[in-house]
């Protein structure tokens, strides 16, 4: 069985070891307090002159006590001097010094030989006296004024001339240019050393860490992995200096059966961190193996041992694991970030982890799903801010997805950003969500930017706050910042399907159309199954007169799904090409629809456009601006709504949502 008390890290891959044995003087010698006697060369613990059995850890422990007699002892320093090749958490150090205690007799509440002192360190108090290591032998050292007499059998080979012969010399010669080698050996061993590990461990510009593997054994918790990949990735994307793959993008290209260097090299990485998870009643192992991309090498490997009762400290140590792993100079601010904690309840972390995995699965069922395990977190525990993001997120996906009502989704979301923002202000996810509904059903353009630029600003590795700012210049006409802003979410998340998506959408608004193609196809080609991307081609298409290519690609759509945006974009494309009977059916088969779900208003004026019925087009873009639908906000830049703009009443809606002309 393990023991939690053991944390063990391996060197670097590049392990030049050169030992050279020199006999130094140690003042480690014999310590006696309260009836104990403790032996420091031999490694003894006497009671009354009786063996006591104590582990190693604990006896470094007190050996460190009687060496700083009364002296206050930081829990740092006694974790960096009893495992100094090892990153522990306090909760080792607590046991270790409660073994110690009992070790020594001392009883609860009493303090005559370890005394705690709150939120700083600890203190031997006991009355400790030092012997030399000569005292156990009954050995009496002669007076440091007074060298020893040889014995009588060597007195008369010692003179005041010393005599050497030329093997003398010839030896100590040997002996020189042995010394110098070594020196030679080592100085050279420790360049080599210093020069590869500083560019094996330099902090890498992007990291993906891997989900983590589940090794046999058994475990009721099949999140477990999950959570750990999940925390680390936050912790991490809280380092500016690191780029870090959002555990969407990792999860949706990570295979366990591939090479781990294969799945770096598709999500363009410069490291990945991979790691695997065992597990035996209540111990948990946590194995990790930094490993570069470009030519497979690994970096670095650790092993950690841990509890299932205290999963918090275990995550801590794999965090301070991997920030040293990395190379990682934090700041004080960014330490506390890196172990910070959202909460201590280990049923409402469970909840929250099940929330965010089906809340990526971007399915009805998995948007309801969500919905209940985030609520069931908040349950739990009312202060657990990210559980409030993470509702907020789901309505807002819901909304801008057209599977619910903005009049609905918003304020429930909205609600939710809120209460998160009020139990931690830092939290850039919910500074970006209310970005997101200012932007969306408030239009109070300059609020939504200024949450956008603060969501930025606290947390600038958060690449949907780069997607839904980038849109947002883009729907204000400011198109080139607007690309620029999507680049930089890219270059956090280069395979976003959301965010090349929107990145097209720039290209059509700014009346790119054949870059805007270009880049739909590309994230279709990234993700075929992904819709949103292929509607905004048929739209492209249609915008630039390929009505072929429009239908093409919309009744591949269709056949692929039957959602209500799907449908009203198949009427557009009849329309466009001609077939009115046809689009005509759709849009009655939508209107059958409306009492069961929600129909997005402002797509049915596409329709009406194609079918030159602008009356009815401007009727529906009047229905969007009273529902809030969150396409009203592309009116300013909208090709397909050329035909429109000098009708007076659209310049009545576009004031309407404060949209200029």
């Known amino acids: 069985m393990w023991s939690p008390d053991l944390c063990r890290s391996s060197t670097p891959v590049l392990d030049i070891r050169i030992v050279v044995s020199i006999r130094v003087p140690t003042s480690r010698g014999i310590y006696e307090f309260l009836g104990f006697r403790l032996d420091a060369r031999e490694r003894l613990l006497l009671r009354n002159g009786s063996a006591v059995s104590i582990t190693p850890k604990i006896f470094d422990a007190l050996l460190l006590f009687l060496e700083n007699p009364s002296r206050l002892l930081g829990k740092d320093e006694i974790m960096r001097t009893v495992w100094p090749d090892t990153h522990i958490d306090e909760a080792t150090l607590t046991r270790t010094i409660s073994e110690l205690r009992k070790t020594l007799g001392q009883k609860p509440g009493e303090a005559n030989f370890v005394q705690t002192v709150p939120k700083r360190g600890y203190r031997f108090v006991a009355p400790v006296e030092v012997l030399p290591d000569t005292a156990a032998a009954g050995k009496i050292p002669a007076p440091v004024d007074q060298a020893p007499e040889p014995p009588a059998a060597i007195a008369p080979a010692i003179n005041d001339t010393p005599s050497w012969s030329v093997s003398s010399w010839r030896s100590m010669l040997t002996v020189i240019v042995f010394i110098l080698l070594v020196l030679l050996v080592v100085l050279t061993g420790t360049w080599v050393y210093q020069t590869e590990f500083r560019r094996a461990s330099s902090s890498p510009g992007s990291i993906a860490v891997l989900p983590f593997r589940r090794l046999g054994g058994s475990g009721s918790d099949q999140f477990l992995e999950l959570g750990l990949t999940d925390t680390l990735i936050t912790r991490l994307s809280s380092v500016p200096e690191l780029t870090v793959r959002p555990a969407s993008t990792v999860n949706e290209h990570a295979d366990p059966k591939q090479d781990p260097v294969v799945i770096g090299r598709i999500l363009k990485v410069d490291t990945v961190l991979d790691g695997s998870i065992q597990t035996i009643r209540e111990e948990i192992r946590v194995t990790l193996r930094l490993i570069r991309v470009h030519d497979a090498k690994p970096l670095w490997a650790a092993t950690l041992d841990g509890n299932a009762r205290d999963l918090f400290s275990l995550q801590d140590a794999v965090s301070r694991q991997v920030a040293v792993a990395l190379n990682l100079r934090l700041s004080s601010n960014q330490r506390e970030m890196l172990a910070k904690r959202s909460t201590n309840d280990r049923e409402a972390y469970e909840s929250y982890v099940r929330g965010r995995f089906f809340l990526s699965k971007r399915s009805p069922e998995g948007f309801q799903k969500a919905n209940d395990y985030f609520k069931q977190a908040i349950r739990l525990d009312p202060s657990y801010a990210l559980a409030y993001v993470g509702?907020?997120?789901?309505?807002?996906?819901?909304?801008?997805?057209?599977?619910?009502?903005?009049?609905?989704?918003?304020?429930?979301?909205?609600?939710?950003?809120?209460?998160?923002?009020?139990?931690?202000?830092?939290?850039?996810?919910?500074?970006?969500?209310?970005?997101?509904?200012?932007?969306?059903?408030?239009?109070?353009?300059?609020?939504?930017?200024?949450?956008?630029?603060?969501?930025?600003?606290?947390?600038?590795g958060f690449a949907p706050a780069h997607e839904w700012y980038g849109e947002y210049l883009g729907l204000m006409g400011r198109l080139d910042q607007g690309l620029v802003e999507e680049q930089r979410g890219l270059a956090i998340d280069p395979l976003s399907p959301t965010i090349n998506e929107i990145k097209g959408k720039l290209f059509l608004w700014a009346r790119r159309y054949d870059e805007a193609i270009r880049q739909f196809q590309q994230t279709l080609e990234l993700d075929p199954s992904f819709s949103p991307a292929r509607i905004w081609l048929v739209r492209t298409y249609a915008a630039k007169g390929m009505v072929a290519e429009s239908l093409a690609e919309s009744e591949k759509d269709y056949k692929a799904r039957n959602g209500a945006v799907t449908v009203e974009t198949l009427a557009m494309a009849y329309a466009n090409a001609g077939q009115t009977d046809a689009a005509i059916e759709i849009l009655e088969q939508l209107r059958a629809r409306e009492h069961l779900e929600y129909i997005p208003p402002f797509n049915l004026a596409y329709v009406y456009i194609f079918l030159k019925q602008k009356d009815r087009a401007i009727e529906e873009l009047n229905k969007a601006c009273e529902g809030h639908d969150i396409n009203v906000n592309s009116m300013k830049v909208d090709p397909l709504l050329d035909s429109l703009r000098p009708d007076p009443r659209f310049q009545k809606l576009m004031k309407r949502v404060n949209l200029p002309g």
């Open 391 to 460: 509702l907020a997120d789901t309505y807002l996906t819901l909304q801008g997805a057209g599977m619910e009502n903005p009049q609905q989704a918003t304020p429930k979301a909205r609600a939710a950003a809120q209460q998160a923002l009020k139990l931690d202000p830092t939290l850039g996810a919910a500074h970006n969500s209310l970005a997101a509904i200012a932007e969306d059903y408030d239009r109070d353009w300059p609020t939504a930017e200024k949450e956008f630029k603060l969501a930025l600003e606290l947390d600038p």
